[in-house]
């Protein structure tokens, strides 16, 4: 892949409310030339990268191409599937119904999706009830792809029919408990999942590009996915679920959306406030920090050494490996693609990697984040 200069705009550096953002990058900014190196060494088409310190944008840069076949090159608005990148945000659309007094993480499910009642493991009853917090902290004993097929309620009902792993609550196991808490946004909400957080989210933070249902514009703007070549020396086109466009969309609240660095850098920014974005509340303090801090005890849990599980976010316990640059009580979380969102609240940084490739195996744990986090860190002066 021959080597593209990555891109910016001189625009002085605003709050993250716009839709785009973009500050002056001087010339050998070291996020960006590694970025090319990777797209260079074939690890990824592109990249778009964004760090937000103390508020204030200070590297926002679009390297590669985002469609190798077409010769399209990255753009600061290139649209990404950030697959479980989405999970934070719906688990923050349900703490907004908990504000609003309609719902509790302490409640049953089957309180909102009769079918959950009887779930059991394969050698009898489960011993503890499921509730919202176990779907929340990934300790539900629910297994399966994190795909929604038909309808976010038929997966619903469709989950509650499979065994358990364990009994709730006594292990950490990544599964599809997010499309759950999608339904149960759905039976409370009395709206469709997608358009709750398009009401209490996306339009009150102007995320005017995170959607499950690119446009026709907005298509024209998306990442193409890619895949590592046999020999590692070529990339070549990848197909999946997500960014198969050809038949009707179902909403995942697992894994679904599609947005920008800038539109993720919005959510974040008003996460780090204490859920508040231009004096309105989105969801509260009490929230947030129920979400943001570990909520599973001694639990051993993924993706990377040294983590806990808030309620929907990962939470970094003891930083260590790709995580050693951030603070303990960063959280955030990666996607199957490669996109990674991180907030560390004691540096008050916000960072966005946005990619898109597939056969990480772990994306959370790749070197491409963790040297995004290193030369992040070396330019902020960061301890």
């Not at 894994?255 to 508040?276: H, K, P, V």
């Not at 303090?285 to 990377?304: H, I, K, N, P, W």
């Not at 969102?341 to 940084?349: E, F, R």
Request: aromatic share 8%.
């Amino acid at each position: 892949m021959s080597t593209l200069l990555f891109r910016s705009t001189a625009l002085p550096v605003i709050t993250l409310t716009a839709i785009v953002f973009a500050v002056e990058i001087q010339a050998g900014d070291p996020i960006a030339e590694r970025m090319q190196a990777f797209a260079d060494a074939n690890q990824f088409s592109g990249s778009v990268t964004m760090v937000v310190h103390r508020g204030k944008l200070v590297h926002h840069a679009a390297v590669g191409l985002a469609d190798v076949e077409s010769g399209r090159a990255m753009q600061q608005d290139s649209l990404f599937a950030i697959a479980s990148m989405t999970k934070p945000i719906t688990a923050t659309a349900l703490m907004i119904l908990q504000d609003d007094g309609r719902v509790s993480v302490e409640d049953p499910v089957a309180k909102y999706i009769p079918e959950f009642k009887d779930v059991s493991l394969a050698d009898g009853p489960a011993k503890t009830e499921m509730t919202i917090r176990h779907l929340m902290t990934h300790t539900s004993g629910l297994g399966g792809e994190q795909r929604c097929i038909g309808s976010i309620k038929s997966t619903a009902e469709e989950l509650a029919t499979r065994k358990l792993s364990f009994d709730p609550g006594t292990k950490w196991q990544y599964s599809p408990g997010l499309n759950v808490i999608g339904r149960i946004i759905e039976v409370v909400s009395g709206q469709p999942y997608e358009a709750f957080l398009a009401e209490r989210i996306f339009q009150p933070l102007r995320m005017v590009d995170t959607t499950f249902a690119p446009t026709e514009a907005q298509r024209a703007r998306v990442a193409r996915l890619y895949e590592p070549g046999e020999n590692g020396e070529s990339l070549a086109v990848a197909s999946h679920w997500i960014t198969d466009f050809s038949g009707e969309v179902v909403p995942s609240p697992s894994g679904g959306l599609f947005s920008t660095a800038s539109d993720m850098a919005a959510f974040y920014r008003m996460i780090l406030n204490g859920g508040q974005s231009n004096d309105r509340q989105i969801v509260s303090r009490s929230a947030v920090e129920q979400m943001t801090t570990v909520q599973t005890g001694d639990l051993v849990t993924g993706f990377t050494p040294g983590n806990g599980w808030g309620l929907g976010w990962c939470v970094v316990r003891q930083p260590q490996g790709v995580t050693k640059d951030v603070s303990p009580g960063t959280f955030g979380h990666g996607g199957a693609f490669g996109t990674q969102g991180w907030v560390d609240p004691a540096t008050q940084t916000i960072y966005v990697l946005m990619i898109q490739r597939t056969k990480f195996g772990n994306s959370d744990g790749s070197n491409i984040r963790g040297e995004f986090h290193e030369l992040a860190a070396e330019m902020l002066s960061l301890p």
